[in-house]
């Protein structure tokens, strides 16, 4: 998998070198400060087929080309429409990946959703809300294969910088950057 960089984020990425390789993260202000030089996102989209590995912070900064990388991968695939991705969304799945302790990419089930896609899935089941924060680019859904709905679920509460659904059935995590809320079994 290719990881994209600029030349300044090859630089930044080198001299992070010298860094502490898993920063703690605490609450919603803060939750990545001090984090090192560099964040990263590991994902794979279960809808696309596709995989990104990415640095999209270097050095306080974060990196306009990646987080476009981003925006793309997380687009409605149903509808083909690509939208900003909301930088705090990003951080806490990044932050939250760092926390489970695996190298394993995260599974993207859902990211950005049009309207017209929202609409359709919640004709089709009552758990999707009318203002889903996936419309504002503000949610993923997420799972990994090697750790519990409630270990992911745990590791992004912990970071006390957003929503947490635990879907235990469905076997997948919501996170979000909107209000600090739980909910789920």
Known sequence: ???????????GAFA????????TYSKAAGFLRGGGDIRSIKMHNARTGESMETIYWVEGDYVRDALAEISFFFRDWRRNEVKPIDNRAVDIISATHRLV????????????????????????????????????CQAADIRLSSRSVNQVSRAAASISAGGVGKYSRSNFTHVDCGSVRNWGA
């Open 1 to 11: 998998m290719p990881i994209s960089l600029t030349r300044r984020g090859l630089l």
């Open 101 to 136: 302790d695996t190298r394993e990419p995260f599974l993207l089930l859902s990211g950005y959703r049009s309207p017209a896609t929202n609409a359709m899935l919640r004709s089709r089941s009552s758990g999707v809300a009318r203002n889903s924060l996936h419309l504002k």
């Open 16 to 23: 992070a070198t010298a860094v502490a390789a898993a920063p």
